[in-house]
């Protein structure tokens, strides 16, 4: 089982939809896929179809209100199983409980290392409690990356964060992967964003990059993925391909 958290401090670059996208391309490669919602938002969730707010969810284990066979699963597809944020998941940012979250978190994501074979992981768009909890239960991260200068820069505040996170746990490196997304085509800068992470980051940025199109955006108001929506759109290719890479570790190379 390969446990993974998709981060990103910075918002609008993707990470909801890459998660989503990303786990239904792998269950449609036959993977069994389960997708926890870490963010208090609730929005991948909502990207699958599950809009009904104030369910239970990841927040009840976490604040130790229930154990981990009594937790709810959603299937969302088939080979995609999802654990819905729940309503209370702001309380474990803010600290409360009795200061378990983390090692509850760990040990959900372990007991399906025999019932699955990816564990994509959520996490809302900030620093904190849950980021910290998460980066605790796994072993790889996916990093969306927009190909925009601002996004650029917000990267590096991501990698110190993680290479602080390291050093507090005594951990060897995190396998971390990087995306690109809201890729245009045609435009320079796009490009530039793609050959500056490769070179800082060589064998580390997957292959494809996921294009910016409207689809992508218009997906989750229908709660479905850019697989069930206006089928032959880019976004269906891109996160396709996507999902092959990162099966497949390919990498991208610089022009």
Known sequence: ????????????????????????????????????????????????????????????????????GEVEVVDARDNLRLIPAGADLGLVERGTGDGLPGERLRELVQSYKDSCDFVLIDCPPASGLLIDYALTAVDETIVPVAGDYLALRGLSDLITTLRDFEEKHDLVSFNQWLVVTRFHT??????????????????????????????????????????????????????????????????????
């Open 1 to 68: 089982m390969r446990a993974i958290a998709v981060i990103n401090q910075k918002g609008g670059v993707g990470k909801t939809t890459t998660t989503a996208n990303l786990a239904h391309g792998l269950a449609l490669m036959g993977k069994r896929v389960m997708a926890i919602d870490l963010d208090p938002q609730s929005h991948l969730a909502a990207h699958l179809g599950l809009f009904e707010r104030g369910q239970s969810g990841i927040d009840e284990l976490m604040l130790g209100r229930l154990d981990i």
């Open 186 to 255: 045609r435009r320079r800068l796009s490009w530039e964003v793609r050959d500056t992470l490769i070179s800082y980051f060589p064998e580390r940025v997957l292959a494809t990059p996921i294009r910016e199109t409207s689809v992508l955006a218009e997906c989750p108001g229908f709660g479905k993925t850019a697989f069930e929506y206006k089928r032959g759109n880019h976004g269906e290719a891109d996160y396709g391909a996507l999902a092959r890479n990162f099966v497949n570790e390919e990498y991208a190379d610089e022009r």
